[in-house]
């Protein structure tokens, strides 16, 4: 984390809590996504119609990243 003159931010993460420069920050996340609610699961399909890559998709510019993580 950053404060508006690019300096870092100390952050930490303890049983829950969130240590951002010295001031506890209790936080909820509210997750949207595809939600099914009569089966009460999330939606696969992004999954099922093959638009998830199955090795990491970071290995090109600008990343260049040189992980070889894959999906069995």
């Keep these: 984390m950053r404060d508006p003159n690019n300096n870092a931010i100390s952050a930490t993460l303890d049983s829950g ?6 001031i506890t920050v209790n936080a909820k996340v509210f997750l949207q996504g595809p939600f099914n609610i009569s089966a009460n699961l999330m939606n696969s399909n992004l999954n099922s119609l093959g638009y ?21």
Excluded: A, M, R
């Design 17 to 22: 809590h969130i240590f951002i420069g010295g």
């Design 52 to 72: 998830l890559p199955l090795s990491q998709p970071y290995n090109t510019t600008p990343w260049d990243y040189t992980g070889t993580e894959t999906v069995l």
